[in-house]
């Protein structure tokens, strides 16, 4: 695994074993969201990703200035873009997930006790399930979109649905039944949008999902 890298492009010192992420943050290596339930590790003077801090060390490894951003996934011709995303009031707590398209289609639903975490699977999950041909699902959850972009279901399932760390993957019974699918229909691909920037369809599913959080608290 590669040295953890800063926002600047600086090696940063990784310490520390895995946690799971109590509240909002930035990732101090992609320079991400973190969101609350996310597996994060020490990285430099804050916090990153698990998979994106990578072993722990005790001091910095030399790594070039500048490292190139990571590309968005090749979609296929013709693809239909899916805004998802999932809410959820207190973590875990009354949650719900939501998606929709431009041409008007949308679904959402909650769940009374669950963490937003699994909102934000279980919202790409649906889209996929409920819309046939080239999809490229646009989600604010880069725990969703790193997982398919970068490919750690991979090391999942080579670990019997374990992380890096050894431990049981969260929300596996989502995971699951997403990966496998995506993986079947091979016309799937997932793009980060960055929540609460001014993208209309990003804040529309972000209200759907609020929504039904609330309506299931």
Known sequence: ??????????????????????????????????????????????????????????????????????????????????????????????????????????????????????MEIRAALEAVRALPGPLVVVSDSTYVVNCFRDGWWRGWIARGWLTSAKKPVVSRDLWEPLVELVNERGDVSFRWVKGHSGDAMNDLVDALAVEQSHAVA
């Open 1 to 118: 695994m590669r040295p953890a890298l800063g926002r600047t492009g600086a090696p940063v010192r990784v310490t520390g074993v895995p946690m799971t992420a109590k509240y909002a943050t930035t990732c101090a290596v992609c320079a991400s969201g973190i969101r609350p339930g996310e597996e994060i590790r020490k990285s430099g003077g804050g916090w990153a990703h698990e998979p994106c801090a990578g072993p722990a060390t005790d001091a910095p490894v030399a790594r070039p200035a500048r490292s190139a951003p990571r590309p968005d996934m090749p979609a296929a011709d013709g693809a239909l873009e899916v805004w998802t995303d999932g809410a959820c009031s207190g973590n875990p707590g009354p949650g719900g997930w939501a998606w929709a398209t431009q041409d008007g289609r949308q679904d959402s639903g909650g769940e009374a006790h669950t963490t937003n975490q699994r």
